[in-house]
């Protein structure tokens, strides 16, 4: 760990001046990753902004009927909240699939979308690593790889988004609203998180000194036909192998519409506009979503260790969508995949 | 009646449990002294080369920064191999921490960095920049199985395989139901919650007072005395808990010699601690490639076993451990060959952890056993009865006690066994299918010499001391038991002092050997104790003990009275007032007997059955039901004992389906080293685990017939979780630990 400054942010300009003012700096709110980071000298900031005083920690309606949820709302607080378990149970059972209780009560909104990639060279500065030290090369791709990506990586990179929220958010089509020293934007969540591609150093597309201040839901009516299916490597308290968010809108027997994103896949949560559509106006269907699955994965390569995710990832996605047509979807506490 | 202070065989709360659950019970890097200095260890890059340059200039330029340590400047310490040596060591040359620019390891530690704050050390060792010039190097068993050897030099307390008796290859051709098969397990790191830590006390008088995070202070202390030349007077190893350690600790870690080596360099207290990611930078089980043949009649009979091992150990140490051995210990057979080998990698000397060598040879003979009950259509319960080894044949003698056919029975009984469908996928809950499978486990009865002390004060107190270490076991529990049962006092009369070099002999604590080994020298220093207290009753003036033997008091309560008329008696107090004593006092030793060990073979053995779920499309296992029946002699606290067995079914839990500690071959490194990404199983991986205690008669061992626990729990674990994974699935998996790839297809 390096030294560095320690400044409280009093409200958001002050916050957004100090970060733009600096290059090195770096927000700091739960903690739960970057201290981490830190202490492996993987992150070294020379000053963190803590923002954990500024008021982003409120769940509010949004204009047109939606949700927005403020930037410093823990994990446990979304999860918990009566209008998102209600409104949006899909995002709670993907927070509370992840990571441990501990974790979810501190772990921000906000700093788990910005929380980096957990694979191990990039945590191993003993190690070379184009993430955290751009041109050094890539050992994941000839190494050891269980956990790393077969959808969107490049030969600079085939590291994973670890964030299971995330993926929810990107089949609920949420989108990041942020304050810049430009001013507001809000950014749709398929595009927050970008591909590793020639910079995999540069995780998102948030510029320096822009911050997260909410996150905003679309209003949605799925019922009780969602899921978010997560396999992994121990039943609880690891990151996931393969994710699947499902939600459809179900007209009797025919899916009217369906979102569908992957976690653990690929270096941001992994949605086929082209997959989902094949669902469009289509029976639920065991046939059919092996199809969709079969879609969605025939680009996927992947690598020494963990070839056997392309053929769990589609296993996944046909268990994922039959739960979720059913309307019986995946218990996080029970682990008994139905 | 069952007398007062009958505490041996009672489930007793852990005496230490409050100071543990309190935060009272201090660990090693909790201790504090004034002057304590902090030290940071930088890791190597590479797995083998050679420092070229090494510059601590801007690390020493922080301010607060005491010394950077490396190669260049270390102090001069003892020039010869021996002095290096620690009582556990295996043949080699010791690793020397800093002791030159060569690189034998990946992480290997290259300098410490000390400074007045853990900060500073922390930001001052990130600055230190390191040139390698590196070598090739290889931690890839397969790439060096070719240049396998038989350990020239045994290890101590280590038996090599047997010598072959008949002829196990011409029976294996003639025989009609053969198995043959390779197992693996991969190669684990024992994590215990606690990371390696010194904190090392410069007193004012230049002696040392050493709090470190071990499983045998005076193999810690004699290794300090020894490497920088001091004597053992100058040195106490303090370690009264320990976070656990799983056999990660009985040798003195690296951490401790550079926390002693800057706190003589410095004159100042120092405490050094290691990170997640430094703990698997040391000793590891190493990964063991065993071939099994199994040759059998039709009836399930062994006419040939072979097992042969080939384990990695480092480039400068034969690490050894007895893999193949307990095939035919488990079971008859006339003809037999066993072989064990190991192979060099560059890694750091593997070290034990729990159940050395049985966790990855039963594994291996359990899951071929299971092989041979399906080839020759036969109970896997069933088969193993019909080859159950009466005596032990290597080593041609009678086993002390052995319950493991009522392991067996009563196993079978609690788990419902008799109501399996022998065929492979034949059963389901729902989606899921269902396999019920078996093992057997088995573990060495050992006792190591060991001393103890008793001192009884008028006050009615007992204290019980002795160096052996406590690292979660529930020794100081245990001990407390007998002291307070063989002296006839409550328990909270009793304080036991252990895990300190400057108290009675002990060796480290290991291999399942504290409770037989100290639990006995407690026993014979307290029986030495009764005598003489009894003399000083007898001796009162008007005694009513006068005219009776030690055989016909009992000692209740803090009295001494006649086991035929408890109302005449005399208070030990009044005795030892009579007497004009303060205090009674005894150190004795307990030792294994030579006779029993020239012709028994003592072993604790244990039945596990388990009940597993598997989405077979999804490659998820769920262990839903654990149930083990241990024969282990005497069992002295139901209560600790089964935690025990639990942790140990837990251990097996991690190796039959998730510990797998991944090595980069390319960069000779261990990549998933933190608790993240190397997986011990969490609480949702732990369903019902039941735990049998079979009621076992052993007499030869010790007077008080214990065996020991610590290991025996984990033993055949993994294999009945891989042989349910067959019954369940039809898919035979070799290599543990089962992840979903190797389910999925």
């Not at chain 1, 499902?246 to 949605?271: E, F, Y």
């Not at chain 2, 204290?463 to 076991?473: C, K, L, Q, V």
Request: proline share 5%.
């Amino acid at each position: 760990m390096n030294r560095f400054s320690y400044l409280r942010a009093t409200s958001i300009d002050e916050a957004v001046r100090a970060a733009a003012a600096d290059p090195t700096s770096r927000f700091i709110a739960g903690g739960t990753n970057l201290i981490d980071l830190m202490k492996y000298n993987v992150e070294r900031p020379e000053r963190l902004i803590d923002i954990t005083r500024l008021p982003l920690n409120r769940i509010e309606e949004a204009d047109g009927g939606g949700l927005r949820i403020g930037a410093l709302v823990t994990n446990d607080e979304a999860a918990s909240d009566p209008r998102i378990r209600d409104r949006y149970p899909l995002l709670s059972s993907a927070i509370l699939a992840g990571a441990s209780p501990q974790l979810r009560n501190s772990a921000t909104t906000g700093g788990n979308l910005l929380q980096r990639t957990r694979c191990y060279y990039f945590y191993d500065p003993g190690t070379p690593c184009n993430k955290r030290e751009p041109g050094t090369g890539c050992p994941a791709a000839f190494g050891r790889n269980r956990i790393h990506a077969i959808l969107g990586t490049s030969e600079h990179c085939i590291a994973t988004h670890p964030s299971d929220m995330a993926v929810a958010l990107a089949a609920l089509e949420a989108v990041v609203h942020v304050a810049g020293p430009d001013g507001e934007r809000a950014i749709p969540l398929s595009d927050f998180h970008r591909l590793p591609g020639d910079h995999p150093e540069i995780d998102t597309t948030l510029r320096h000194g822009e911050i997260i201040t909410a996150v905003e839901l679309p209003p949605t009516d799925y019922g009780r036909h969602y899921t978010y299916l997560k396999l992994r490597d121990r039943l609880s308290y690891a990151f996931a192998l393969v994710s699947v968010a499902v939600a459809l809108q179900m007209d009797g027997d025919t899916i009217a519409d369906a979102r569908l994103a992957l976690g653990g896949v690929a270096h941001k949560p992994w949605r086929d506009p082209e997959g989902e559509a094949m669902l469009r106006g289509q029976p639920a269907a065991e046939d059919r979503f092996a199809a969709v699955a079969s879609h969605i994965l025939k680009d996927a390569k992947g690598y020494e260790d963990n070839a056997f995710k392309i053929d769990l990832a589609k296993r996944a996605i046909i268990r994922a969508l039959s739960q979720a047509a059913a309307g019986t979807p995946q218990s996080q506490t029970d682990k008994r995949i139905q | 009646m069952q007398p007062a202070n009958a505490y041996i065989g009672t489930p007793q709360n852990r005496v230490d449990g409050r100071a543990k659950v309190t935060g009272e019970a201090k660990y090693a890097a909790e201790f504090d002294a004034p002057d304590l200095a902090y030290g940071i260890v930088v890791s190597s890059a590479i797995a083998k080369g050679r420092i070229k340059s090494i510059d601590t200039s801007a690390a020493l330029a922080v301010p607060g920064v005491l010394q950077v340590f490396t190669h260049e400047n270390r102090s001069r310490t003892a020039w010869f191999d021996r002095n290096f040596r620690d009582e556990t060591a295996p043949p080699g040359s010791p690793f020397r921490p800093l002791y030159d620019e060569g690189i034998v390891y990946g992480g290997q530690p290259v300098a410490l960095v000390v400074a007045e704050e853990f900060e500073l050390a922390a930001h001052a060792a990130s600055l230190v920049r390191i040139e390698y010039e590196t070598d090739a190097h290889m931690t890839d068993l397969d790439l060096r199985r070719s240049e396998a050897y038989v350990p020239p030099k045994k290890r101590s307390n280590v038996k090599p395989p047997p010598s072959p008796r008949g002829d196990a290859e011409g029976a294996l051709a003639q025989a009609p139901v053969k198995v043959h098969a390779e197992y693996r397990v991969a190669i684990e790191h024992h994590n215990p919650m606690e990371t390696h830590a010194s904190t090392v006390i410069y007193e004012q008088d230049g002696t040392l007072t050493i709090h470190d995070k071990t499983q045998g202070a005076q193999n810690s202390q004699s290794y300090v005395s020894s490497v920088f030349g001091l004597s053992s007077s100058q040195v106490r190893v303090a370690s009264p808990y320990i976070g656990g350690a799983f056999g990660s600790g009985p040798r003195p870690q690296y951490q401790l010699f550079l926390a002693v080596m800057a706190a003589l360099e410095l004159k100042r207290s120092v405490r050094v601690v290691l990170t997640r990611d430094q703990m698997f930078t040391f000793g590891y089980r190493p990964l063991t490639i065993q071939t099994i043949s199994l040759g059998a009649n039709p009836d399930g009979k062994l006419v040939s076993l072979m097992h042969d091992a080939i384990q990695t150990t480092s480039t400068f140490e034969d690490y050894q451990e007895v893999v193949v051995n307990w095939s035919n210990l488990l079971y008859h057979c006339d003809n037999v060959k066993l072989t064990y080998q190991l192979a060099q990698v560059d890694t750091y000397t593997p070290i034990d952890m729990r159940a050395p060598g049985a966790a990855l040879g039963v594994t291996a003979i359990e899951t071929a056993m299971d092989e041979l009950a399906y080839a020759a259509g036969i109970d896997p319960v069933e088969l193993r009865l019909r080859n159950y080894a009466e005596t032990d044949e290597a080593d041609k003698k009678t086993f002390t006690s052995k319950e493991l056919r009522a392991c067996y029975q009563l196993g079978a009984e609690r788990f419902g066994w008799a109501k399996r469908n022998p065929e492979p996928r034949s059963m389901r809950d729902g989606r899921e299918l269902v396999g019920w499978g078996m093992a057997t486990g088995v573990w060495e009865a050992i006792m190591q010499k060991t001393a103890a002390r008793a001192v009884l004060t008028r006050d009615g107190n007992l204290e019980i001391t002795s160096a052996t270490t406590d690292i979660g076991t529930g020794t100081y529990t245990i001990l407390t038991q007998i002291a307070a049962e063989t002296l006839g006092l409550p328990m909270e009369a009793v304080t036991t002092k252990i895990g300190d070099s400057s108290l009675p002999k002990s060796p480290v604590q290991g291999g399942s050997w504290t409770a037989a080994s100290a639990g006995s020298a407690v026993q014979n220093a307290c029986l030495s104790v009764r005598e003489q207290l009894f003399k000083y009753a007898r001796q009162m003036e008007e005694s009513p003990l006068a005219n009776a033997s030690i055989e016909q008091v009992m000692f209740v309560d803090g009295r001494i009275c006649l086991m035929n008329e408890p109302n005449v008696g005399v208070i030990f107090a009044e005795a030892m007032q009579a007497a004009g004593v303060e205090r009674v006092e005894a150190e004795e030793k307990a030792s294994p007997g030579m006779l029993t060990s020239m012709r028994h073979s003592g072993y604790s053995h244990s039945a596990v059955f388990v009940d597993v779920k598997v989405d077979e499309e999804l490659g998820r296992v769920r262990v839903t039901r654990v149930v083990n029946a241990v024969a282990a002699g005497t069992i002295l606290n139901p209560k600790t004992a089964r935690s025990q067995i639990l942790g140990g079914v837990v251990f097996g839990i991690g190796m039959a389906l998730e510990e797998e500690s991944m090595l980069d071959h390319n960069l000779g490194r261990f990549m998933n080293h933190n608790l993240a990404e190397y997986h011990v199983p969490v609480n949702a991986d732990v369903y019902d685990i039941d735990v049998i205690f079979v009621s076992e008669h052993e007499q030869l061992l010790n007077p008080l017939g214990i065996k020991g626990l610590g290991e025996i729990g984990v033993v055949g674990t993994a294999a009945a979780i891989g042989n349910a994974v067959f019954h369940a699935t039809g898919k035979r998996v070799r290599e543990y630990p089962i992840t979903v790839d190797k389910l999925l297809g």
